[in-house]
């Protein structure tokens, strides 16, 4: 009985985590420089932030064997974390640069506690709670307290929920939708329980969807409906061996590998949404970034320093677009992680990132469980959300938190794969990948 309550206790933790790094505690929040405080004091969120940190690296301590088993997965994801950390020697801002470190610890030991604790299929069932939990509130905010769920200024009537931005709650849900897609109700011992399992499963996809349409955000809509249409191909082609689906892998992999090669089919599908002239001005600002970051090809400025006003570089890049116009950031998770560790840092990324997702190719395709889906959703998810947007190193931040998870997770327990007498050419290609 003692035990079972510490497992709950230890399942609100993550589900509190999870939130934090989500950005689930900015409700009210406007975004600006300086932004404006949200309904929560910032003290009250400082004291969440340390709270996850303190107690996932205590728990990690508890079991440090597993942990470090764990850990030892990808050595190119550590080599790359200990690369940021140190990115303060080079960096014009040292003092900022070594105090911001503080957030990749607080990511990088959650989600080892996160990857090392629980199972792919209990992962996700915690992340289809946490979402689940945000997208009512987030309903309950948009719908019942416009002044607070909704922006009023840059974007009016475009719902942000419990964020700060209606671009934050477009991914938040569609990382929802992923989790609550693939949540596992084979576990369910009765066909009432099942029923009601799927009655839940399938109505939270669609208040995920009806938020992302609330929201407004372009991107989300588009790459929720890919990473969807993706899922349902694989759900009904994964046991048959059709190697055409490691063409449309491969395919979708050098997409996003070369995103701005692509990016005008992008922009073409975006346009035809009613996107903003302004969506035209991120290959503008790009161009200026490739320049800054051909400056310094190696290490790059360090981690956050290159977007410190105090550089100028913001105000030169976003002068690309409008004279008025200060960049935060890049637009692309690629292009700022260049500017953060150079391409050095981003080398090793992308390793992380094409062993990690060889794997969940590979797991895939093994799949006899729905969450064994996960980390290949999530990894398609992240490479295709950081086209347009900054998502792999940016602040405290969920994208690292599940990347990492993900990336740990894949190579864990998995399930035996059975061909059939037709599929050997896809047996040929996944022992490669081994």
Not at 181 to 207: A, V
Not at 236 to 244: A, E, F, L, N
Not at 426 to 431: D, N, R, S, W
Request: proline fraction near 3%.
């Amino acid at each position: 009985m003692k035990t079972k309550y510490l497992d709950i206790l230890e399942k609100v933790f993550v589900v509190i985590g999870l939130t934090f790094f989500s950005g689930g505690f900015n409700i009210g929040t406007v975004p600006g420089n300086p932004p404006v405080p949200g309904l929560i004091p910032a003290i009250v969120i400082s004291g969440i932030r340390y709270f996850v940190w303190i107690i996932s690296t205590l728990l990690i301590g508890l079991r440090w064997k597993q942990s470090l088993a764990v850990a030892s997965k990808d050595k190119f994801l550590w080599i790359l974390t200990i690369l940021i950390l140190q990115s303060y020697i080079w960096s014009d801002f040292s003092d900022l640069t070594y105090v911001e470190g503080r957030e990749v610890w607080q990511m990088t030991s959650f989600a080892l506690y996160f990857a090392s604790r629980f199972n792919l299929k209990e992962q996700v069932q915690l992340i289809a709670i946490t979402f689940g939990i945000a997208g009512i509130l987030s309903t309950i905010a948009g719908g019942l307290f416009p002044a607070t769920g909704q922006h009023t200024e840059d974007h009016p009537g475009a719902w942000k929920g419990i964020y700060d931005y209606k671009n934050t709650l477009g991914s938040m849900m569609i990382i929802g939708s992923l989790a609550f897609y693939l949540l596992p109700l084979n576990n369910l011992q009765t066909p009432m329980r099942k029923k009601i399992g799927r009655i839940l499963k399938y109505s939270g996809i669609g208040l995920f969807l009806a938020v992302v349409l609330l929201c407004t955000s372009k991107t989300s809509l588009v790459v929720y409906f890919l990473l969807v249409g993706i899922l349902i191909f694989y759900g009904k082609y994964r046991w048959q061996g059709k190697i055409t689906v490691i063409y449309l892998d491969i395919s979708i992999l050098i997409l996003v590998c070369v995103g701005t090669l692509v990016f005008s089919n992008w922009v073409n599908i975006l346009t035809g949404l009613g996107k903003d002239h302004t969506m035209s001005g991120r290959t503008l600002m790009w161009g200026v970034m490739l320049q800054r970051i051909m400056d310094r090809p190696w290490l790059g400025y360090g981690r956050g320093a290159f977007w410190i006003r105090a550089t100028g570089f913001p105000a030169q890049v976003g002068g690309a677009v409008s004279h008025v116009f200060v960049a935060p950031h890049g637009h692309n998770g690629f292009f700022d992680l260049m500017l953060d560790v150079g391409l050095i840092g981003f080398t090793l990324f992308m390793i992380s990132f094409l062993v990690a997702f060889a794997r969940s190719l590979k797991r895939a395709y093994a799949a006899k469980s729905s969450e064994d889906l996960w980390p290949l959703a999530f990894l398609l998810f992240l490479a295709m959300n950081n086209i347009m947007e900054r998502y792999i190193l940016r602040l405290a931040n969920i994208y690292r938190v599940l990347f990492i998870a993900a990336v740990l997770s894949v190579p864990l327990q998995r399930p035996k794969i059975v061909m059939n007498s037709q599929s050997t050419y896809l047996k040929t290609a996944i022992q490669r990948f081994r």
